[in-house]
Every structure is written in structure tokens, then in C-alpha cells.
Antibody, heavy 117, light 106 residues
Framework: EVQLVESGGGLVQPGGSLRLSCAAS????????MNWVRQAPGKGLEWVAY????????HYADSVKGRFTISRDNAKSSLYLQMNSLRAEDAGVYSC??????????WGQGTLVTVSS | DIQMTQSPSTLSASVGDRVTITCRAS??????LAWYQQKPGEAPNLLIY???NLENGVPSRFSGSGSGTEFTLTISSLQPDDFAIYFC????????FGQGTKVEIK
């Protein structure tokens, strides 16, 4: 069974940093592209970042470009999101998702990020 | 960026009703449109991809149609298990989501 479990969320002050992790199991992690997505309270889903199966191709949403860094460790079946210079508008639930043929076939439950002083 | 406008935001319906949800793209996305279902406390579940293709295991009462910028998800006869949130997603250029439609019991 495919499982994606996010961790690392919490309360951080504006301008602060946080590193999210996504532990994958139940599939060959190194064969799949992965995404991070977020949902702010009361808002719709927003794609955040993409990474190819090898990590060689990365894309970001304009809203996080230059502040967030997506990475992966295929040996550990783990996906990461380093978030710097956090803003109030970055708050929300962050989830990872497994991609297959551009489709999001498996999602994690998410980890909550709160940005407040 | 491609924007997705989904309507309605809430839909009240009864078991057995025919339900239609609409998604409009700010520019042509060809047929690269997917629909997902999400129930409270659960991760989203892929229902339909490439506008009209049913994911394995999805009941045939679900169907999708459209092209270009206008797309619809139809549930032909609403079942108790279908009360959930539905959202569209374009994957023509990266990914953008609709705001979601909550289908609730009338």
C-alpha cells in the first residue's frame, strides 16, 4: 500500500525557516516524480514544487520561487521542502503527492504550517 | 499562469439526483483536465483524467466531458457515498486546481 507521511510542520515567525519531510513507502520511490502542494485555510489547493525521479529537474510555483527548495533522497525514500523567508501567506497544510503521467495518484495527509509572530 | 474557475462552490442535492459541476480554464488546456474527490479527513482520490477517462475502480455514474476551456463532471445518480468535495485540476502547464465544490445532502 502506498503511504506518504509528511512531518516537520509547526509554528514559525515571519521571516523564519522550516523544513518539511515526506516519508514514502509501498512503492519504488526512486521511480516517481513528486510534488508538494499546499492549502491555506479556507482556500483552494496550490501546487508548490515539483521534482523529477532523479532530482535532475525541478520546478516551483512563482509564489515560492527563490524561497523554497525541493529535494529528495532516494536512498531514504524521502522528499523534502526547505522553506525560507516565510510569510503569513505561506501558512497552510502542506502535502506531498506521487505523480504518474502528470496525475496525482497518491497524496499524503499533510502537515500544518503556521506563520505568525 | 492558468486559472481554474469551478462552480458552484456548494451544491445541495438528494440521493438519486443528477449532479453537474463545471470547471473553466483561463486559457485552453486541451483535454488535460482531471477531477478528484475528497472526503473529510482523507487524501484526494483521482476520479477522471484527460477530461473523460475514468480511473480504475471509479463507478460508471461518474463521467466527464468538455474541451479547450470548459469542462464538466457529472454524477448521473448521486449515491450516499458521493457526498464529498470535488475539485478539478489542469495539467496542461504544471498544475492548477479549481476551488472545489462541496456536494452536500439537501
Amino acid at each position: 500500500e502506498v503511504q506518504l507521511v509528511e512531518s516537520g510542520g509547526g509554528l514559525v515567525q515571519p521571516g523564519g525557516s522550516l523544513r518539511l519531510s515526506c516519508a514514502a513507502s509501498g512503492f519504488t520511490f526512486s521511480s516517481y516524480e513528486m510534488n508538494w502542494v499546499r492549502q491555506a485555510p479556507g482556500k483552494g489547493l496550490e501546487w508548490v514544487a515539483y521534482i523529477s525521479s532523479t532530482g535532475g529537474t525541478i520546478h516551483y510555483a512563482d509564489s515560492v520561487k527563490g524561497r523554497f527548495t525541493i529535494s529528495r533522497d532516494n536512498a531514504k525514500s524521502s522528499l523534502y521542502l526547505q522553506m525560507n523567508s516565510l510569510r503569513a501567506e505561506d501558512a497552510g497544510v502542506y502535502s506531498c503527492a506521487r505523480i504518474s503521467l502528470q496525475l496525482w495518484r497518491n497524496w499524503g495527509q499533510g502537515t500544518l504550517v503556521t506563520v505568525s509572530s | 499562469d492558468i486559472q481554474m474557475t469551478q462552480s458552484p462552490s456548494t451544491l445541495s442535492a438528494s440521493v438519486g439526483d443528477r449532479v453537474t459541476i463545471t470547471c473553466r480554464a483561463s486559457q485552453s488546456i486541451n483535454s488535460w483536465l482531471a477531477w478528484y474527490q475528497q472526503k473529510p479527513g482523507e487524501a484526494p482520490n483521482l476520479l477522471i483524467y484527460k477530461t473523460s477517462n475514468l480511473e480504475n475502480g471509479v463507478p460508471s455514474r461518474f463521467s466527464g466531458s468538455g474541451s479547450g476551456t470548459e469542462f464538466t463532471l457529472t454524477i448521473s445518480s448521486l449515491q450516499p457515498d458521493d457526498f464529498a468535495i470535488y475539485f478539478c485540476q489542469q495539467y496542461n502547464t504544471f498544475w492548477t486546481f479549481g476551488q472545489g465544490t462541496k456536494v452536500e445532502i439537501k
